[in-house]
């Protein structure tokens, strides 16, 4: 067996158009995986296949708003329709909206539960007969560092992360038994879109993350690649339920 192989697999990522998403497709992609990248804007997916095509495999590009329930069961028919099969699952998508709590509406609070929690939950729930028709599959969610740590800006944010983990723990041992491993990735700091509105929006965020990350610098969608490839190969067959940690040694350090 070859311990990181993923070739005839099939693997979709929520968010996969960019950023964090692309790196970990990418990761997968380069060893040997189909991938299917999901988000809204169809302008950046075109920059991620480019990059997904690179690597010599099949890629596309479904469109779908990952809070509308409809949308995420179609998501997933959509891949299989496209590919013939779904292996693998990366729920990645994610929004922050970054206010004191008092600050923050009803709808504001839905807004990021519903894209970086409940979307999780109805996407793997789509994916399960699927994966467990094949007697295989692998799920792995986008945690955060506020999976473990609060900030004052981050109520709706930590809450869905910290829910990440709970909700891999939960299928992890509920899909043991069908052969699905279902774990958790936290990045660090790592430079995208979303955090270049942090830093415009949270005065010496740049600096603080660069001194207290034991590695000294941001991490970068690349360095998420390589989790990707473990969690979704047969390397990580007996691993389920973990949540790791791809941070630079930002939540070891004092
Ligand atoms: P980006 O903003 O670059 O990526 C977020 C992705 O989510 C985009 O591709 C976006 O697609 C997609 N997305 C957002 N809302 C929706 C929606 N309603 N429906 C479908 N797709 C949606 O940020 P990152 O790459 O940084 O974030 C990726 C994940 O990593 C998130 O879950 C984030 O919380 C997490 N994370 C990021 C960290 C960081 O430091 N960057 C640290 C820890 C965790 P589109 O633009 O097409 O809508």
Redesign the pocket.
Known sequence: MKLFDLTGKVALV??????????LAEGMASCGATIAI????AE??RAALARLRAHGVKSAFLS????KRS?CQALVAATEAEFGRLDILVN?????IRKMPQDYTEAEWHEVL???LT?AFLLSQAVYPAMKRAGAGKIIN?????SMFGAPYAAP?GSS?GGIVQLTRALATAWANDKIQVNAV??????????KR?RQQVPGLHERVEDRTPAGR??T?HDMAGVAAFLASPASDFVTGAAIPVDGGYSVGM
């Open positions: 929520t968010g996969g158009n960019g950023g964090i998403g692309l790196g999901s988000g809204r804007n950046k997916a779908a708003d990952v809070t949308e990645n998508a994610g929004t922050a519903d894209t970086n979307s986008i945690g955060s560092m506020m944010y992360k936290l990045p660090g700091w790592i430079d995208t879109d979303l955090t942090a941001w991490g969608p």
